[in-house]
């Protein structure tokens, strides 16, 4: 792969991230699900959200909270056909409450991309919350009661929407 393509391609991945956040913020579920293969997943623990209509459910149901999304520190490797990549990135989302803004969630996703017609699309979307180094079982997501409800609902959707992960 030529540099001109390796950098065409990093700015692609570049917007897809940035399209992620702003569609999921702006409330376009359609827009967010369609980052997606048809047949792309979003992981989270041992659940996992398959296929692009019930992505789409997912992002209906998180347009509720009204949360913005800050993601940070992407890195991404592609491979040497530039048909796939793979990558990480640190999202913090931040929820509106009574009691001011609340970081929500701290989490690290860790991404399995692949070209499409020339697109740039998410096949696969793995985020794990950040958790306490001393007490790594901690329920950290739901410590926070001013956020707490907020992410039961994402939690209750990820029960609803999702399937348990086969190794």
């Known amino acids: 792969m030529d540099e001109l393509q390796l950098f065409r391609d990093r700015f692609a991945i570049s917007d897809l991230l ?35 209509e019930k992505l789409e459910r997912y992002a209906l149901i998180h347009n509720k909270l009204r949360c913005r999304h ?19 990135a640190t999202t913090v989302e931040i929820n509106a409450t009574r009691s001011g803004y609340r970081i929500a969630v701290i989490a ?21 919350e950040v958790k306490l180094v001393d007490d790594p079982d901690f329920p950290i997501l739901f410590a926070d009661p001013n956020t707490r409800d907020q992410v039961k609902l994402l939690m209750d959707a990820w029960d609803e929407l999702g399937e348990t992960v086969s190794d």
């Open 18 to 52: 940035s399209r992620y956040t702003l569609t999921i913020d702006n409330c376009d579920a359609r827009g967010w699900a369609s980052l997606f293969t048809l047949d792309g997943h979003f992981q989270h623990g041992s659940r996992v959200i398959r296929g692009r």
């Open 70 to 88: 800050i993601t940070s520190s992407p890195l991404h490797h592609l491979s040497e056909d530039g048909q796939s990549a793979s990558g990480k």
């Open 108 to 128: 690290e996703y860790r991404d399995e991309l692949v070209k499409v017609d020339g697109n740039w699309l998410i096949r696969c979307r793995r985020g794990e």
